[in-house]
């Protein structure tokens, strides 16, 4: 698999704040995850996007799967202390063998009251 | 129950114990998952079973033994471990696997310690 480049590798915001964090790869990807996972918890899906241009929102959080195909970005807007953890985009690319997702290194949020 | 689940939760075990890890989804997927987080580390793919056979075993040494009994339960059997191989194992499943199983849908770990 390939490394996806996520950025930036750690944030640290105050509450009310808005967050954006993307991740490109190398490649023409056909899927963009983006989950969130908590200190020995493991990832949680918050955005699956199958569609070049896709936009799609889940409460306060809005994902964006690129036109180009070969990036995505997750904004999350108005933060709040729960939405501390580490966020991971995950993808897909059509010359990919095997089963394996492709993960970017995370982006580790950190959110002040 | 919904989702992915995973039993025990936290694991200690010598390294010359035999223990096993159990996963079971209850989404109706027909693919199952063995992923490894160390810290620091990207998620490592260690098994894959589509429709109960195992289609993808990335290297892992024989001291983990997968099984899928059905589409719902996944195993991990543990013998003989080393202390790197304190982690946190995560279960996966998918509808379909490969370029057809993308979406995958984790469970919520079992944190392993080898002494």
Not at chain 1, 60 to 74: E, M, N, P, Y
Not at chain 2, 46 to 57: A, D, G, I, K, T
Request: glycine fraction near 10%; proline fraction near 5%.
């Amino acid at each position: 698999g390939q490394q996806l480049n996520q950025s930036p590798q750690s944030m640290f915001i105050q509450e009310g704040e808005d967050v954006s964090m993307n991740c490109t790869s190398s490649s023409i990807f056909n899927t963009w995850l983006w989950y969130k996972q908590d200190p020995g918890e493991g990832p949680v899906l918050l955005i699956a996007l199958y569609k070049a241009g896709e936009l799609t929102s889940n409460g306060s959080l809005t994902a964006q799967f690129g036109i180009t195909r070969k990036d995505s970005f997750l904004n999350i807007s108005a933060s709040i202390p729960s939405d501390v953890g580490i966020y991971f985009c995950a993808g897909r690319s059509n010359i990919d063998s095997g089963y394996a997702l492709n993960f970017g290194k995370g982006t580790s949020l950190l959110v002040t009251p | 129950e919904t989702g992915v689940t995973q039993t025990p939760r936290h694991l200690v075990m010598g390294m010359t114990n035999k223990k096993s890890l159990k996963c079971e989804q209850h989404l109706g997927h027909n693919a199952m998952y063995w992923y490894k987080q160390s810290a620091k580390k990207p998620l490592e793919l260690m098994f894959v079973y589509s429709l109960e056979e195992r289609v993808e075993n990335n290297s892992v040494p024989s001291r983990f033994s997968p099984e899928c009994p059905n589409s719902s339960h996944l195993f991990l059997h543990l013998h003989t471990l080393q202390p790197e191989d304190s982690a946190l194992y995560l279960c996966a499943s998918s509808q379909g696997a490969g370029q057809g199983g993308n979406t995958q849908y984790f469970g919520p770990g079992t944190r392993l310690t080898v002494l």
